[in-house]
């Protein structure tokens, strides 16, 4: 029982010096020469560590998403105050599919070729 009391200290002690020691270390993304470096100082130009970008896109999306749910509720919103129509649309689609099909009945028995 010790045994699991002591392992399971270490475990909890470990990840929490490992962790501290992750953010304290920065690590930069640099572009030289066309491939990719990833160091501990700073890149020539921007500057910026990795987990500052990560930082920024994960922002932006945010904003986005934010965007989006707020265009979703306006149109939601634009919805919800149009008046409920009935199924006149569809009944006044059949009517006019019905009379143009009667019409075309008519013409062909008013007019008939013969071969």
Request: include cysteine; charged fraction near 30%.
């Amino acid at each position: 029982m010790s045994y699991l009391l002591n392992s399971l200290a270490f475990v909890v002690i470990g990840g929490v010096l490992m962790n501290s020691s992750y953010a304290i270390t920065e690590v930069y993304k640099c572009r030289e020469n066309g491939s990719i470096i990833y160091q501990s100082k700073p890149c020539q130009g921007t500057g910026q560590t990795v987990a500052d970008k990560l930082q920024q896109e994960q922002q932006a999306k945010e904003k986005r998403i934010a965007e989006l749910r707020e265009k979703e509720d306006r149109l939601q919103e634009q919805l919800k105050q149009q008046p409920n129509k009935d199924m006149t649309l569809i009944k006044k689609m059949k009517h006019f599919k019905n009379k143009i099909s009667r019409s075309w009945e008519n013409f062909k028995d008013r007019f008939t070729v013969d071969s």
